[in-house]
């Protein structure tokens, strides 16, 4: 039996903040207590750390199989544990895209082989996959993911009638990219009339504007209230669709049928940063103004918002530095989402109870997660140490993500993580991966 203890770390626990030691055996939990012995356990010291549950990301683009120059689940894994996050959820627009059981099968093949962190995967809805979503497991496939709005490959599905068919067919929940193309589409052709080819970045959240996600949001909502799906909208971006999801906070997180996710790049980033970051800032939905980014951390605040991601979505830096037309929408975050957590904690934006329960337990609890999500006995040890007083810049060395860039070079976080430990497995140490260890399938008690 493989041991580790980890020595005198404040611990956040579900309800409270305690000193204590934390013992793991082979993967999971066996003891919290202020004082641990175990023969033949390895130990490390943490009396300076803060010990919080390991990130579920349930938002992220790998790009594998079929675009490696972008990015690949063994290259990305080792990025997101490095920054604290133990579990990922991998969209299914890759090529092929992962649209029946068998592109669903060669993730999974690929992950237990590459992936240094837990690992999960949606199965992508298109107008002629009904039945493969029918038949979907609920089980082992993290949700039905449904592309309102365009994206990479042929995803995109926005005839209502097949819309209606789809979420009614959805043996789990459904998880939808909000935006409307036909707005799109008229604010796109009136900015080129205006600039030409030479569109400046800072016209995205005017081009991919609030109007395009409010009404997708609401057609989503109403489609899945009218079939009885239960939805959960991505990357909300807008303080209207945080009012609108205010009307579903009142049941609790177990119950509720429509829930909504934010985004890092939403919750940090605002337009005053597009003059400054230019396409490295270039994302769908467009990141909008300050007063959204706040009502999206207010949303976090008062429940509204359930779930924090990153929608991770790397691209070669040669397709995110051309023309604003030309240029590849897609942010880099997954090694940097919990440091830009704690950042708005350090800022007053967040606690840090908040950090963890949307960057975490709540994703344990929406997506019905086995034994993940909080540091407690006889859960599955996914456990990342932080120095809350230790700060971390980024540099271009310091990037894991294949493609190589990320939109907070030169930034300077007020924290940094120590320690990140996958399913029992200590796997960086020190700020350095020490294992490259498999991590394990997600599974889901539904």
């Known amino acids: 039996m493989r041991k580790l203890i980890l020595k005198d770390s404040q611990v956040v626990m579900p309800s409270r903040i305690i000193r204590a030691d934390i013992l793991v055996e082979d993967d999971k939990i066996a003891k919290i207590a202020p004082q641990i012995e175990a023969n033949g356990a390895d130990e490390i010291d943490c009396h300076e750390l803060v010990a ?74 298109t107008p002629d996959n009904i039945e493969e979503v029918k038949k979907a497991d609920p089980k082992s496939v993290a949700g039905i993911k449904v592309y309102m709005g365009s994206t990479t490959g042929n ?55 609030r109007d395009c996600c409010i009404k997708s949001s609401k057609l989503a909502i109403q489609t899945a209230l009218d079939t009885g799906a239960k939805l959960h909208i991505m990357h909300l971006s807008t303080k209207e669709e945080v009012e609108i999801l205010n009307y579903f906070a009142k049941d609790p997180l ?38 959204d980014r706040k009502a999206l951390i207010k949303g976090i605040k008062r429940g509204i918002i359930t779930t924090v991601g990153t929608d991770h979505a790397p691209h070669e830096i040669s397709v995110k530095t051309g023309s604003y037309l030309k240029c590849a929408s897609g942010v880099t975050s997954v090694q940097y989402s919990l440091l830009a957590l704690l950042d708005l904690w350090k800022r007053g934006e967040l606690t840090l109870e908040e950090v963890v329960k949307v960057s975490s337990t709540n994703v344990a609890k929406r997506f019905n997660l086995t034994d993940r999500g909080t540091i407690e006995e006889g859960k599955k040890a996914d456990i990342v140490l932080i120095n809350p007083i230790k700060s971390h810049t980024v540099t271009a060395s310091d990037i894991k993500s294949l493609c190589g860039w990320s939109p907070f070079i030169n930034h300077t976080f007020r924290c940094s993580i120590a320690h ?23 599974s889901f008690d539904r």
Do not use: W
């Not at 789809?166 to 008229?186: L, Q, Y």
């Not at 909504?260 to 230019?278: K, M, N, T, V, W």
């Open 420 to 442: 990140t430990v996958v399913s029992g497995v200590l796997k960086v140490k020190d700020g350095k991966i020490v294992s490259d260890e498999s991590g394990e399938a997600l």
């Open 52 to 125: 919080l549950s390991g990130l579920i990301d349930a938002h992220v683009h790998f790009r594998d199989p079929g675009m490696p120059q972008k990015a690949t689940i063994y290259s990305e894994s080792r990025a997101a544990i490095l920054g604290g996050v133990t579990s990922f959820m991998d969209m299914p627009n890759t090529m092929p895209p992962t649209v029946d059981e068998a592109s669903l099968n060669g993730k999974k093949a690929t992950a237990a082989r590459d992936s240094v962190a837990n690992y999960a995967f949606y199965l992508g809805a």
């Open 254 to 291: 177990e119950r509720r049928q429509i829930s909504g996710e934010a985004c890092i790049p939403h919750l940090f980033f605002s337009e005053s940063d597009y003059s400054r970051l230019q396409g490295f800032l270039k994302c769908n939905p467009a990141v909008k103004y300050e007063f």
């Open 155 to 209: 995803l995109l599905l926005d005839d209502e009638s097949i819309l209606h068919k789809m979420f009614k067919a959805a043996p789990m929940m459904v998880t939808a990219h909000c935006e409307d193309n036909e707005i799109i589409a008229a604010k796109q052709k009136a900015a080129q009339k205006m600039y030409g080819d030479n569109i400046p970045f800072n016209m995205h959240p005017v081009i991919r504007n």
